[in-house]
């Protein structure tokens, strides 16, 4: 697999890492997100919390290009200020009225940061399609949207992949709840 802005010879793979599985370097000039993959997601992912997931060098896989942290989810009314607001949700998505829920199945994108050597070079959208594609083409489970809590800086780079806000206005003065709709990729 190789990524637009990277040179022939640096081929990456996307592996999912396991508790065993220590990071040593990665700064993706976040703090949170550094602390959690260098300190943290082997605990969530042994407790089974969260599963990770790294884009390494092909020829040497402890150079991380970018890590994401996956966990389930679900797109429920409470996440909308009223139920008109979710109702129009569920029509916009096209759920026929037997298919109403008070909930839909969702993957939620806990963490995602890409190293600073790396910016630029489309490896952050090359980890989202590999994610898209995961549960899109190799679906073990029902799962009909991805979330995430977007930083408000990131809030143009998940525009750009496909996501939408959840709701017109959040509370959250750090984060927006945004969504993509796997069913998007039939199109």
């Known amino acids: 697999m190789l990524s637009p802005g990277l040179s022939e010879k640096e081929f990456f793979k996307i592996v999912r890492l396991k508790p065993s599985h220590a990071i040593k370097k990665f700064d993706c000039g976040d703090a949170d997100l550094n602390d959690f993959i260098l300190n943290r997601a082997a605990e969530f992912q042994k407790h089974r919390l969260s599963v990770s ?3 390494v060098d092909a020829d040497d896989a402890s150079r991380v290009y970018a890590y994401c942290s996956l966990a389930n ?3 429920a009314i409470t996440d909308f200020k009223d139920k008109t607001e979710f109702n129009r949700f569920r029509k916009k998505q096209g759920f026929p009225n037997e298919k109403r829920l008070k ?5 939620k994108l806990c963490r ?6 790396a910016k630029g ?3 952050g959208t090359t980890v989202l399609d590999y994610i898209k594609s995961m ?3 190799e679906n073990k489970a029902g799962c009909r949207f991805l979330t995430v809590d ?7 780079f998940y525009k750009k992949n496909g996501f939408h806000f959840m ?8 984060t927006r709840l945004m969504f993509f709709d796997l069913m998007d990729l039939e199109a």
């Open 103 to 107: 909930s839909y199945p969702a993957v």
């Open 73 to 75: 989810d679900k797109v």
């Open 121 to 123: 070079k489309q490896i």
């Open 53 to 55: 997931y790294a884009c």
């Open 150 to 156: 977007a930083y408000l800086k990131a809030v143009p």
């Open 135 to 137: 549960f899109f083409i």
């Open 112 to 117: 995602l940061g890409v190293d600073e050597a």
């Open 167 to 174: 709701n017109v206005e959040d509370n959250d003065p750090h």
